[in-house]
C-alpha cells in the first residue's frame, strides 16, 4: 500500500556520494512532511528541494554529519502542501558538476493525509519502500456503501470487516468509518434500515439519498445486504428492495451493485452459497454478483474474497464508481449522478 511514484534520473557523478533517499515522514500541519537524505558525499554537498516546474521549495535549514572518512551525510525537511502532487530532491556539487536527482510523485493526497493522521502505524510500508528505485505508492482507496432491512446484519457485517466496533445498529443517521482492508484505505457507509413489507419513511429516503456526500466523489460499490433468514425464506418479492437501492441513483446502480447474504455458521453459509444465485434480485439486478459472508467468523480470507469480488466491479466498470455533482436551487439542494 503507496501513495507515490518514486522515479530517480542521476548524472554521472564520480565522487563517492549515493543517489539521494526521499522518506514520508508522517502528516504535518497542511501536507505531508518528506525528508531528503544524500550521504557519502566529499565534499559537503549542497541539497535543493524544487517544484515539479523546477522552482526552488522553501525548505528547514540542511543537517550536515561528517563521519570518520570525512565523508558527508546531508538532509533536509519539506513539507509537501496539501495542492503538490510532485516534488523532486537534488544533491549537487557545483564545483565538480556532479548532481543526482530524485522524484517523488504524490498520488491521492487526501487519502494520504488521512492514513498519516489517523492510522500513523499503518503508514510505515510507505517508509520502508522509498529504498526501491520505483515504488507504487497507489491510491487504492475503495469506497462501498450498505444499505438494508432491520436485522440484516449490515453493522455487525462492516464492524467485521474493517475490524472496528464502530458501527451501531439502531442508526437513524448514515455511520462511516474508514479503516486499511488488505492494504487498502476502505470507506464504509452503512444507511439507516428499512422494517421489513413497510413503506420506507421519507425521512429515511432522503437520509438514503445522502449517503453519497459520506464517501465523495462516489461509491465504488453499493451492497444490498439481506439476512438468512430473509434469502432462505419464501420471499419471492423484492420489489421494496429494489426501489430503496435505486434511490441511490435509479437504476444505473445495479451496475455497481452485489447482494451481501449475511449468516452466523457455516451451515448457513453453505446453504446460501446454493440458494444465492436463485434468487430474483440477484438474477434479474446484479447481473448474478452475491457474496456469502458470516459475520461471526474471524477468517480474514472471507474478507479478502470480499474485496476481490468488489474490485471486480470496479474493473468492470473501468475504474470508475458514480460522480456526485451537487447543485444549489434557492434552499434545494439537487444530487445527480453520472457513470
Same mark, same amino acid.
Given at each position: 500500500?503507496c501513495?507515490?511514484?518514486?522515479?530517480?534520473?542521476?548524472?554521472?557523478?564520480? *565522487?563517492?556520494?549515493?543517489? &539521494?533517499?526521499?522518506?514520508?515522514?508522517? +502528516?504535518?500541519i497542511?501536507?505531508?512532511?518528506?525528508?531528503?537524505?544524500?550521504?557519502?558525499?566529499? &565534499?559537503q554537498?549542497?541539497?535543493?528541494?524544487?517544484?515539479?516546474?523546477?522552482?526552488?521549495?522553501p525548505?528547514?535549514?540542511?543537517?550536515?554529519l561528517?563521519d570518520?572518512?570525512?565523508?558527508?551525510?546531508?538532509?533536509?525537511?519539506i513539507?509537501a502542501?496539501?495542492d503538490?502532487?510532485?516534488?523532486?530532491?537534488?544533491v549537487?556539487?557545483?564545483?565538480f558538476?556532479?548532481?543526482?536527482?530524485?522524484?517523488?510523485?504524490?498520488?491521492?493526497?487526501?487519502?494520504?493525509?488521512?492514513?498519516?493522521?489517523? #492510522? &500513523?502505524?499503518?503508514?510505515?510500508?510507505?517508509?520502508?519502500?522509498?529504498?526501491?528505485?520505483?515504488c507504487?505508492?497507489?491510491? #487504492?482507496?475503495?469506497r462501498?456503501?450498505?444499505?438494508?432491512?432491520?436485522? /440484516?446484519?449490515?453493522?455487525?457485517?462492516?464492524?467485521?470487516?474493517?475490524?472496528?466496533?464502530?458501527?451501531?445498529?439502531?442508526?437513524?443517521e448514515?455511520?462511516?468509518?474508514?479503516?486499511?482492508?488488505?492494504?487498502?484505505?476502505?470507506?464504509?457507509?452503512?444507511?439507516?434500515?428499512?422494517?421489513?413489507?413497510?413503506?420506507?419513511?421519507?425521512?429515511?429516503?432522503?437520509?438514503?439519498?445522502?449517503?453519497? #456526500?459520506?464517501?465523495? &466523489?462516489g461509491?465504488?460499490a453499493?451492497?444490498?445486504?439481506?439476512?438468512?433468514?430473509?434469502?432462505?425464506?419464501?420471499?419471492?418479492?423484492?420489489s421494496?428492495?429494489?426501489?430503496?437501492?435505486?434511490?441511490?441513483?435509479?437504476?444505473?446502480?445495479?451496475?455497481?451493485?452485489?447482494?451481501?447474504?449475511?449468516c452466523?455458521?457455516?451451515?448457513?453459509?453453505?446453504?446460501?452459497?446454493?440458494? /444465492?444465485?436463485t434468487?430474483?434480485?440477484?438474477?434479474?439486478?446484479?447481473?448474478?454478483? +452475491? +457474496?456469502?459472508?458470516?459475520?461471526?467468523?474471524?477468517?480474514?480470507?472471507?474478507?479478502?474474497?470480499?474485496?476481490?469480488?468488489i474490485?471486480q466491479?470496479?474493473?468492470?466498470? /473501468?475504474g470508475?464508481?458514480?460522480?456526485?455533482?451537487?447543485?444549489?436551487?434557492?434552499?434545494?439542494?439537487?444530487? *445527480?449522478?453520472?457513470?
Amino acid at each position: 500500500m503507496c501513495f507515490a511514484n518514486l522515479c530517480s534520473n542521476a548524472k554521472s557523478a564520480s *565522487s563517492h556520494g549515493k543517489q &539521494p533517499v526521499i522518506s514520508i515522514e508522517g +502528516y504535518s500541519i497542511g501536507g505531508v512532511g518528506l525528508v531528503c537524505e544524500a550521504t557519502g558525499w566529499y &565534499p559537503q554537498p549542497e541539497l535543493i528541494w524544487r517544484s515539479s516546474e523546477g522552482h526552488s521549495l522553501p525548505a528547514e535549514p540542511a543537517e550536515t554529519l561528517r563521519d570518520s572518512l570525512d565523508l558527508f551525510t546531508v538532509r533536509r525537511r519539506i513539507i509537501a502542501q496539501r495542492d503538490t502532487s510532485r516534488v523532486m530532491c537534488r544533491v549537487q556539487l557545483l564545483q565538480f558538476s556532479q548532481e543526482k536527482d530524485i522524484e517523488i510523485h504524490i498520488r491521492g493526497t487526501g487519502e494520504a493525509l488521512w492514513l498519516l493522521d489517523q #492510522r &500513523p502505524s499503518q503508514a510505515l510500508p510507505v517508509r520502508n519502500c522509498v529504498h526501491m528505485k520505483r515504488c507504487f505508492l497507489e491510491e #487504492r482507496a475503495i469506497r462501498v456503501i450498505m444499505i438494508g432491512e432491520s436485522w /440484516g446484519g449490515k453493522s455487525l457485517s462492516a464492524n467485521r470487516i474493517l475490524g472496528c466496533s464502530s458501527f451501531s445498529s439502531q442508526c437513524e443517521e448514515c455511520q462511516t468509518e474508514k479503516a486499511v482492508v488488505d492494504g487498502r484505505l476502505m470507506t464504509v457507509v452503512i444507511t439507516p434500515a428499512w422494517e421489513e413489507n413497510k413503506p420506507l419513511e421519507e425521512t429515511k429516503k432522503e437520509k438514503i439519498r445522502e449517503s453519497f #456526500r459520506h464517501c465523495l &466523489p462516489g461509491p465504488h460499490a453499493i451492497l444490498l445486504v439481506a439476512s438468512a433468514r430473509t434469502a432462505l425464506g419464501d420471499k419471492s418479492d423484492w420489489s421494496t428492495e429494489q426501489a430503496n437501492v435505486e434511490l441511490l441513483g435509479g437504476s444505473r446502480v445495479w451496475a455497481h451493485a452485489l447482494v451481501l447474504l449475511t449468516c452466523t455458521d457455516e451451515r448457513s453459509k453453505r446453504r446460501l452459497q446454493d440458494k /444465492g444465485k436463485t434468487l430474483g434480485i440477484v438474477q434479474r439486478n446484479c447481473g448474478g454478483r +452475491y +457474496y456469502v459472508f458470516n459475520f461471526k467468523s474471524d477468517s480474514r480470507d472471507q474478507i479478502s474474497n470480499l474485496l476481490r469480488e468488489i474490485t471486480q466491479i470496479v474493473e468492470k466498470q /473501468g475504474g470508475g464508481f458514480f460522480l456526485v455533482h451537487e447543485e444549489k436551487r434557492g434552499s434545494m439542494v439537487s444530487i *445527480s449522478l453520472e457513470e
